[in-house]
């Protein structure tokens, strides 16, 4: 057996499929809609190093199907616990028995998955349907391996854009 010794992190990342309603071309563009000045000069550098994307871009589909999204946890994610209520009701077991029966911890945590994957993509297909041909699109992508990649990823910067939030893990 190995056992870690060393400094053992958890850290995450996240894109972000952004839309702005028009080409980025100057720092100005960013800080309209980006709150602090440090988190817009950064999205200004990330936006000017991309190619900007239209809702027809293949890159934003291949984007938009590679996790789990965050933007809208009422439309996508279900009430685990009610799930869990569901789930044992119909299997005509305890809530405990999910947590302790690896069978259906297993059986509960693929199908609950399954249908977020299904509304994940239901509300992908929305959110691209309900672009506007004139708006374009930049990808962000931030992690929490330092101060200032934690708060870009968890800070929610793009609040005043419509924007959608890729769980890289």
């Not at 720092?27 to 027809?56: C, L």
């Not at 938009?64 to 077991?93: C, P, Q, T, V, W």
């Not at 405990?96 to 693929?110: G, L, P, Q, R």
Request: with cysteine.
């Amino acid at each position: 057996m190995k056992i870690k010794t060393g400094f053992v992190t958890n850290s995450s990342s996240s894109s972000f499929i952004v839309v702005f309603p028009s080409k980025i071309k100057t720092i100005d563009d960013v800080k309209e809609y980006i709150d602090s000045s440090r988190f817009a000069e950064i999205v200004f550098s990330d936006a000017i190093q991309q190619k900007p994307m239209t809702k027809n871009s293949k890159e934003l589909l291949k984007n938009l199907s590679s996790g789990f999204e965050y933007g809208n946890i009422d439309e996508i994610h279900l009430d685990y616990y009610r799930y869990m209520e569901y789930f044992a009701k119909r299997e005509n077991i305890t809530v405990k028995e999910i947590s302790t029966n690896n069978y259906y911890s297993c059986m509960f945590t693929e199908e609950l998955y399954t249908k977020i994957n299904i509304r994940t993509k239901e509300y992908i297909k929305k959110f691209i349907n309900d672009l506007s041909v004139e708006e374009v699109i930049y990808i962000f992508s931030y992690a929490d391996d330092t101060q200032v990649g934690s708060d870009m990823e968890h800070g929610d910067i793009f609040y005043k854009l419509k924007h959608v939030r890729i769980n890289n893990h």
